[in-house]
Each structure stands twice: as C-alpha cells, then as structure tokens.
C-alpha cells in the first residue's frame, strides 16, 4: 500500500511558484514530523523543510529560507510545500517523507520511515 503520494510538480521559469502536496493514505500521528527532501542528478538527497505534526513548528535548510513554506493539513492528512522565487538550482526531485516517531528536528533522510515517490521540479532560465 502506498503511504504518501506527492504532486504539483512541474516546469516553471525563473522566479515562478509552485506548490506541491503530499498526501498520506491514513492519519498522520501527532509524534511525526513531516518532511520535504529532493535530489538533484548525481547529488545527494537535500532536507528541504519539515513540520512537527504536534506543533506546527518548522524547520527549513539554508538554501531555501525565505522562498519555500511547509504547511500542513491535519483535516487532510495532508502536507503542503510552498514554492516562490524559483531558482534554477531548484531544479530536482522533491520527496515527502513521513518520520514517524519524531523526537525532534531531523535533516537526515534515514531517519524518515516512509517515503513517495517524488515529483519533479524543473526551473528553467
């Protein structure tokens, strides 16, 4: 059975927005953390963002502060990514991940116990 299935992907200029969705198959339990990965050709898997289901509280990397935004959906089981200010180096697979017994915040996908199977985000100049 698929646990989470990603979409909103696509093909977006430079400075264009986007917004992905992961949706999950039954309730997210309020110890998971949501999150948002992707991965580049040839690079390895990048922490994007993630949420503390409980919470609410985020957590984003570096190279994405200010342009992107997590947003959940208790009601929906549901996990958004908000996208603006697009980048070429934006360009990858995004994955949505599922860390189910969250202690607290994590960039290291090994520590996420369900995965999607991507959507892919091309930002072209």
């Known amino acids: 059975q698929v646990r989470l299935v990603e979409s909103g992907g696509g093909l977006v200029r430079v400075g264009g927005s986007l917004r992905l969705s992961c949706a999950a198959s039954s309730r997210i339990y309020s110890s998971t953390a949501m999150g948002w990965f992707r991965q580049a050709p040839g690079k390895e898997r990048e922490f994007v963002a993630s949420?503390?289901?409980?919470?609410?509280?985020?957590y984003y990397g570096d190279s994405v502060k200010g342009r992107f935004t997590i947003i959940k959906d208790s009601g929906k089981n549901t996990v958004y990514l908000e996208m603006n200010s697009l980048k070429p180096e934006d360009t990858a697979i995004y994955y949505c991940g599922e860390d189910r017994y969250a202690s607290g915040f994590s960039a290291q996908a090994s520590d996420y116990d369900y995965w999607g199977q991507g959507t892919q985000v091309t930002v072209s100049s």
């Open positions: 949420v503390r289901w409980s919470t609410g509280r985020t």
